[in-house]
């Protein structure tokens, strides 16, 4: 049995005649200690798919798994790093952490939980900025924050909801390498989502293109065999790396074109009828 | 942090950025440009105000009242002087009452003294007893005057610090019951729903229709002897009265405060499965207090407007009751007497407005508030 497992799920938003469909027919099975990339085009139900697994909504139809237990809410054996960061800005990095840590390991003592919270600020080495406000903080700093207090909680799995997006290009170039390393360490089981291929090949073991919605289905993985640990600057010159760049790039281009052409088509058939001639009856 | 850089800080938060120019040219930075913005922002206002006063001038010697002339500034300026100076006199008064009645005491006591001292030399125990009781009689009078109170009456500052006390207890009252409240109503769509109706039916009412209402209901509980009393009952009416108008914009803010709080704030606390209690205290309540402030601040203008209506209507002791009086007198310092007044009160009030400003500045994480 999967880690992670989606069954035939099905989500829309809006009551009968205005229903949205988003997401169709969704399946998914995630191993312990897979990396997995979900990729697609915005506005795809990356974020509904997101917020399923995390609990936060519920499936129309089909079911989430968890260890083979269904998912019905939100906890934090499910570790989320939300896109916009979502830190309490009235705390500290130190306290944004402590929340998570304090709900999750009550029976720590106090020094016990600072030295916790110390650890994971670390691994994402923001130990000199552990006593600023958010607003102190720059989009970066901020996002790995909101990585430390999804790692405190030591979850089953950890998901990320397009994690750096919101971060200019170098920024995020290092919080991918952070990301990769603390992944190495302790091989947690992570579903990312994002919307750029090169992260996705980079830092995952599998990647599962979303196509455009609504009624957004997954469409065929991709594996990525490349040895780890990989290096950004050898690998754009990797002819592995070229491929499967070039498939999956070229998948989702060919899906997106599918999809609009799909809505322009709105030719209204006509019905299959002639008018009759009364006067010559 | 440099010593000038909080100072920078400090005018901010303190919602008087146009001294920042000030500093900034002490310091030598920029300097042609700093003048400017003194120029625009110090200079600028100071002549308005010059200007205001000089139309005041021009306008107040050609209107005749009963009373006299409208009095021109300098005469109002002069008239709080003369206030300030009765202030003294009364102080002066009260403390030479007070060293007499020291003086008086002493010697009673000294007399009593005097007759214990005799009563033990004394030859019969008729004798004795007799003294004894004369030295009693000496003692419970030195007492008495020890205790004996100045009757003084209120001067202005007296009326002052009476109606900043009024105030702040009313606005501690509307506080007390509007905080819970409005916590309450951002919570629970239904609890909001149940209180919506009395909150738009109260809330426009004015303090003038609450006080009658307020004084009679007090008059009816209030059956304490007066001399035993914490507190008076004419502050009690003009505090419930403050409490009952002032409440209104904080309950409001602190309701919407805890109701729109951040959704992704709120996905962390489920993703956490934080309990109730963590949730209101940890999330909820902080997130929401820039709100609370903003309308505590309101609240807080509010109260001190309508304290001086009901203390007018009233008769309760305070700078309304002071214009009140004055405006009876019907002397030819009324007018001025009644402008210090409406300066004082104004003034206060700034300074009311410019705390609770500093306070929220304080607590809001994002730290911007329109002053």
Not at chain 2, 228 to 249: G, M, N, R, Y
Not at chain 2, 269 to 281: D, E, P, S, Y
């Amino acid at each position: 049995m999967a880690f992670l497992e989606m069954k035939s799920v099905n989500k829309g938003y809006g009551s009968a005649n205005l229903r949205t469909e988003v997401l169709n027919d969704i399946n998914l099975q995630v191993e312990e200690g897979e990396f997995i990339a979900i990729v697609g085009f915005s506005g795809s139900g990356k974020s509904t798919l997101i917020s399923l697994m995390a609990g936060l909504i519920t499936p129309d139809s089909g079911q989430i798994m968890l260890k083979g237990q269904e998912i019905t809410d939100p906890g934090p054996d499910r570790g989320i790093v939300f896109q916009n960061y979502s830190l309490l800005p009235w705390l500290s990095v130190a306290g944004n952490v402590d929340l998570s840590v304090k709900q999750v390991f009550p029976k720590l003592s106090r020094a016990e939980r600072r030295k916790h919270v110390e650890k994971y600020v670390d691994m994402v080495n923001l130990l000199p900025a552990i006593g600023k406000k958010p607003h102190e903080l720059s989009g970066g700093m901020r996002q790995r924050v909101s990585i430390a207090r999804a790692l405190a909680m030591q979850p089953e799995i950890l998901l990320l909801d397009e994690p750096l997006s919101a971060l200019d290009a170098l920024t995020r170039a290092v919080l991918q390498d952070e990301i990769t390393n603390i992944w190495e360490k302790d091989r947690r089981t992570v579903i990312m989502i994002t919307n750029d291929v090169d992260e996705a090949i980079l830092l995952a073991d599998r990647i599962v293109p979303l196509k455009p919605g609504p009624n957004a289905t997954f469409g065929p993985e991709f594996k990525v065999p490349l040895e780890r640990p990989r290096d950004r600057t050898a690998m754009n010159d990797d002819p592995e790396f070229k491929k499967i760049r070039n498939a999956v790039t070229s998948y989702l281009m060919d899906v997106n074109t599918e999809a609009k052409s799909l809505n322009v088509n709105t030719n209204i058939v006509l019905p299959d009828i002639q008018p009759v001639d009364l006067s010559a009856a | 942090m440099s010593i000038k850089q909080k100072i920078l800080n400090g005018l901010d938060i303190a919602g008087l950025p146009a001294f920042k120019p000030i500093v900034l040219l002490l310091s030598g930075e920029n300097p042609p440009e700093q003048i400017n913005s003194i120029l625009k922002f110090i200079v600028v206002p100071i002549i308005a105000f010059g200007v205001f006063l000089v139309m005041w001038w021009a306008v107040a010697s050609n209107i005749e009242t009963k009373y006299g002339n409208v009095p021109t500034p300098k005469e109002v300026a002069k008239e709080a002087g003369s206030l300030i100076d009765a202030h003294n006199e009364s102080r002066q008064k009260a403390k030479d009452f007070y060293i007499k009645q020291g003086e008086k005491a002493k010697s009673y006591e000294e007399k009593a003294a005097g007759f214990t001292q005799q009563a033990l030399a004394a030859a019969t125990p008729e004798e004795k007893t007799k003294l004894e009781k004369r030295a009693a009689k000496m003692e419970k009078m030195a007492t008495k005057t020890k205790n004996r109170k100045y009757a003084e009456t209120p001067t202005y500052f007296d009326q002052i610090v009476t109606s900043l006390k009024t105030v702040f207890a009313g606005f501690l009252i509307a506080s007390a019951i509007a905080i819970p409240l409005g916590i309450f109503c951002g919570l629970s769509n239904v609890f909001m729903a149940a209180m919506n109706p009395l909150i738009q039916v109260f809330k426009p009412v004015s303090p003038l229709a609450w006080l009658p209402i307020v004084m009679i209901i007090v008059g009816a509980l209030y059956t304490t002897d007066p001399r035993e009393a914490w507190f008076e009952k004419s502050f009690i009416s003009s505090a419930i009265t403050v409490a009952l108008c002032s409440l209104w914009p904080t309950l409001v803010n602190t309701a919407l405060g805890v109701a729109s709080v951040d959704k992704d704030h709120i996905n962390v606390a489920r993703v956490l499965k934080l309990g109730t209690f963590t949730r209101i205290f940890k999330i909820m309540l902080p997130s929401s207090l820039p709100y609370m402030f903003a309308g505590l601040r309101i609240s807080l203008s509010v109260g001190w407007m309508v304290l001086i209506a009901a203390e007018m209507l009233a008769q309760n002791p305070g700078l309304g009751k002071f214009v009140w009086d004055m405006f009876q007198n019907g002397s030819s310092q009324t007018l001025a007497q009644i402008m210090v007044a409406v300066f004082t009160i104004g003034s206060i009030g700034f300074l009311l407005d410019r705390i609770m400003i500093i306070l929220q500045k304080l607590v809001s994480f994002d730290s911007v508030v329109s002053a």
